[in-house]
């Protein structure tokens, strides 16, 4: 009796592989999308509901919690499903989710029974726990990047430009007004908030190894939560808008993009990385410089006085940038065809060893060997 082979070719395993592959991807851009829809269909939401009214405490107690609840059970999920230091990391950016979402129901329920809670309250603990977690969880998965001086140095310039940014218009401003007892909670959340996405951004930057898609794009949303609080804490505390309902949409994205590199994880999506980190890329300093000298600008009062000659000024400038960062690229491209066009070394065997020469080298020996062997 003859039994069929029920064992699959290699080349029908690979094929399954890449099937698997595609439909994998195909699921996460759809998931992609649809978070897309979400934080715009929120954006618009909470431009046309009333806050005070009924829709607005629907859309900002109901609504707006339900992608941090996700975003948490997806990070316990892929934190099941991942080893090592991913596996660290996903559970410590889950318990900053979770404290977060206990910290906006606290304010919820304080806000429901006594109408104007105080400051700092319970809800307070509860966000600078969340903010906290977060360093762990950048330990876990990047360690310390001090070790790595060349992208360190690289990556200090877009360090130093956030962080002048955020002291210039967020900390400053709100450390002039006075730090009463309401302001104090708000200047310590957002400072740490600070710390944590140049942290953030400095371990991403930094890394010398191949990380796992989800990672990366999980790190991301850090990056935007910090960035949301900042816009926020911008909005509110300096600018004294009333109704910043609508900056919730930042926090959304966040969670969103948190959703996205979850299901990147557990999907096993991945996606080619480039071999050198982009912060040491001359593009990355001429645009740093110029940012830094944009914001100095935009703080001082010359812009106001003389905004004509300051734009002349910054025009300028970047022309002299680009010129510069157009001469690095060129004198790189003709160091790489030089080193093209140089002949290969060949290796030869002499007494002591073997060693690189030159062709033209290796042939006057060969040479020499042959007029003294005659």
């Not at 269909?41 to 996700?70: C, H, K, M």
Request: aromatic share 8%.
């Amino acid at each position: 009796m003859n039994v069929p082979n029920r064992i699959a070719s290699p080349l029908a395993r690979s094929d399954t592989s890449v099937a698997s592959a595609r439909r994998a991807r195909l699921i996460f851009a759809g998931v992609c999308a649809a978070l897309a829809v979400w934080v715009v269909a929120y954006l618009v939401a909470s431009r046309l509901v009333d806050p005070g009214g009924t829709s607005g405490t629907i859309l900002g107690d109901v609504v707006y919690r339900q992608l941090e609840a996700l975003a948490t059970a997806m990070l316990i999920w892929a934190g099941r499903r991942a080893r090592g230091p991913t596996r660290r990391f996903c559970w410590f950016i889950a318990a900053s989710t979770f404290l977060g979402l206990c910290g906006d129901v606290t304010w919820a329920l304080l806000v429901l029974v006594i109408h104007s809670p105080p400051a700092p309250s319970l809800a307070d603990v509860f966000y600078v726990g969340s903010v906290l977690a977060f360093f762990p969880a950048l330990w876990a998965q990047f360690g310390s990047p001090l070790r790595r001086w060349r992208q360190t140095l690289d990556s200090s310039m877009v360090v130093l430009l956030i962080v002048y940014t955020a002291f210039a218009f967020v900390l400053r401003p709100q450390i002039d007004a006075g730090l009463s007892r309401d302001m104090l909670a708000t200047v310590v959340e957002t400072f740490l908030v600070l710390v944590a996405g140049v942290w953030a951004v400095f371990a991403s930057l930094t890394v010398d190894r191949r990380l796992p898609y989800g990672v990366r794009v999980i790190v991301i949303g850090v990056v935007t939560q910090a960035a949301a609080w900042l816009v926020y804490a911008y909005a509110v505390s300096v600018r004294g808008v009333e109704d910043g309902s609508w900056l919730y949409t930042g926090w959304q994205a966040s969670w969103a993009v948190v959703v996205a590199g979850c299901a990147a994880l557990l999907l096993g999506v991945e996606r080619r990385a480039s071999s050198r980190p982009w912060s040491t890329s001359t593009w990355v300093g001429t645009g740093v410089i110029t940012g830094l000298i944009v914001v100095t600008v935009a703080e001082s009062t010359a812009i106001r006085t003389a905004p004509v000659r300051v734009l002349t000024a910054l025009i300028g400038l970047v022309l002299l940038l680009l010129r510069l960062q157009l001469t690095v690229r060129d004198r790189g491209r003709l160091a790489e065809k030089m080193h093209a066009l140089s002949p290969a070394p060949i290796t030869i065997d002499i007494a002591l060893g073997r060693h690189p020469v030159s062709a033209k080298t290796a042939t006057m020996a060969a040479s020499s060997d042959r007029s003294s062997t005659g």
